[in-house]
């Protein structure tokens, strides 16, 4: 019982900025409630089990706290990405663009619509949730989570009415588009990252890939095999017209190719990004420098109509061993060395782990209500839980490491030295399951 305690004591105190910012006393009292309810033990995160769990008699108020009360999740969004910058922000840090999914059924929760999730590889009736993840090394901070909407949503005001959905929310957003506001939201707190890492249902888009260079920002992102490039070498060129008036404006003097075709004749070694519990992490990969088909709409000859050339960046091809050739582009550096390259876009890895730890030990896909503001809530309050559980670990993973350190200082001075890694490195203890940290609320 006196460790449980610890925990819930630790969780207070490090939600006293956050407790400052949302107001109200029952709020005060609610917010630690549901994170309590959140982090602690039982199969259910929703908010009936929860308060059976922790507060019988108090399910009303703690439904309401979540649901339905009138407050700004604003302020606690902004502590958030504080917490966060603090934690794991840097220039050696990444922000990871995705979307996760909620299976549901029925058509009523907010969101809700037959369509493609990835992490399913099919179309299902779901929810699809944009997210953003900020890390360092193998240590993730989730710290955005936003409802897309489908078009069946937006077109019908009475289901947008229904589910409280706030007016300024109501216009038709894809994704990436929802990506890119919430990384201005990142950028005006102040939280610093070195590249911003995106899977290929954003790369696709040049729009993306476009606002970000517009914001200043390093990015990979994965592309289909089929996206157009140019080489790099390419010229634009005025070439003699057959009739009519003489040529106006140049045009490249070769065609844009696949990208796929582009890195056939490439040069593929094997790489090795990282080590991982079962030995060095490899594939192969190649890369060149390319010019991106997506610059101004142009007709070109008998070829119709054809983008001119754009940015240069990176294409990057991995062979993984699996049999499966998936394609990038970068804007880093041109002397960027390939296993820079690779270990760059292989950092996504960690938002894919912290999706899944928020859905299977702090319940982010367990909330059953209907609404808008209920859905964020309930999804910000599981980011924050998330957030103070990385910190507890980094913590820990400090004192014992300042422990090792006072040990070997002790040591006799004839004594050879372990050159094994140490066990208590921030990036070791990062992922461990939720259920290694100590939540139970039993002696």
């Known amino acids: 019982m006196e460790r449980a305690a610890d925990w819930e004591a630790e969780l207070r105190d490090w939600l006293a900025p956050f407790l400052a910012r949302i107001g109200h006393k029952a709020r005060r009292r609610m917010l630690p409630l549901y994170l309590s309810g959140l982090i602690g033990p039982g199969e259910r995160k929703s908010v009936q089990p929860m308060a059976a769990r922790l507060a019988p008699g108090e399910y009303d108020q703690l439904h309401h706290f979540v649901a339905a009360g009138v407050w700004d999740p604003a302020p606690l969004e902004a502590e958030l990405l504080a917490k966060a910058e603090g934690l794991v922000g840097g220039t050696d840090a990444v922000l990871v663009i995705d979307d996760t999914v909620l299976p549901k059924k029925g ?9 493609y999730a990835s992490a399913l590889g099919k179309t299902a009736n779901c929810q699809t949730l944009v997210s953003l993840t900020l890390a360092r090394g193998e240590v993730p901070v989730m710290v955005a989570l936003r409802l897309f909407l489908p078009e069946s949503w937006t077109s019908d005001p009475g289901r947008l009415d229904r589910a409280g959905v706030p007016v300024e929310q109501r216009a038709q957003r894809t994704k990436p588009e929802i990506a890119l506001a919430e990384i201005d939201r990142v950028l005006a707190a102040g939280v610093r990252f070195g590249c911003v890492l995106a899977d290929v249902g954003y790369g696709l888009g040049a729009p993306f890939r476009q606002g970000l260079t517009a914001r200043g920002l390093a990015w990979t992102a994965g592309i ?33 190719m696949p990208a ?35 610059g101004t709409p142009q007709r070109i000859g008998d070829k119709g109509q054809q983008h001119l050339p754009g940015d240069e960046a990176w294409l990057v091809g991995e062979h993984r061993l699996s049999g499966e050739t998936r394609y990038y582009l970068a804007n880093l550096p041109a002397g960027t060395q390939l296993r820079a390259l690779a270990a760059a876009i292989k950092a ?27 859905l964020h ?6 980011m924050m839980a998330f957030a103070f559980l990385q910190d507890r670990r980094l913590a820990q993973a400090g004192r014992e490491k300042k422990k090792q350190r006072a040990t070997a200082s002790a040591e006799p001075a004839g004594r050879r030295p372990s050159h094994r890694p140490s066990r208590s490195s921030p990036t070791s203890l990062a992922m461990p399951t939720l259920a290694a940290t100590d939540r139970s609320r039993t002696a």
């Open 377 to 382: 809530r309930h999804a910000l309050m599981t």
């Open 107 to 115: 058509k009523h929760s907010v969101g809700v619509a037959p369509q």
């Open 260 to 294: 796929e075709a582009m890195l056939a004749e490439a040069q593929w070694q094997d790489v090795s990004w990282r080590v991982g519990t079962k030995g060095k992490l490899q594939a192969r990969f190649a890369a060149v420098r390319v010019l991106t088909a997506d």
């Open 348 to 374: 996504r890895w960690v938002c894919e782990q912290a999706h899944q730890q928020l859905k299977e030990e702090l319940g982010l896909d367990h909330f059953e209500g209907r609404s808008w503001s209920g």
């Open 224 to 256: 289909p095999g089929r996206q157009k490039v140019y080489p790099a070498a390419v010229k634009l060129i005025f070439t003699a017209a057959g009739y009519g008036r003489p040529r106006q404006r140049p045009v490249p003097d070769v065609l844009s």
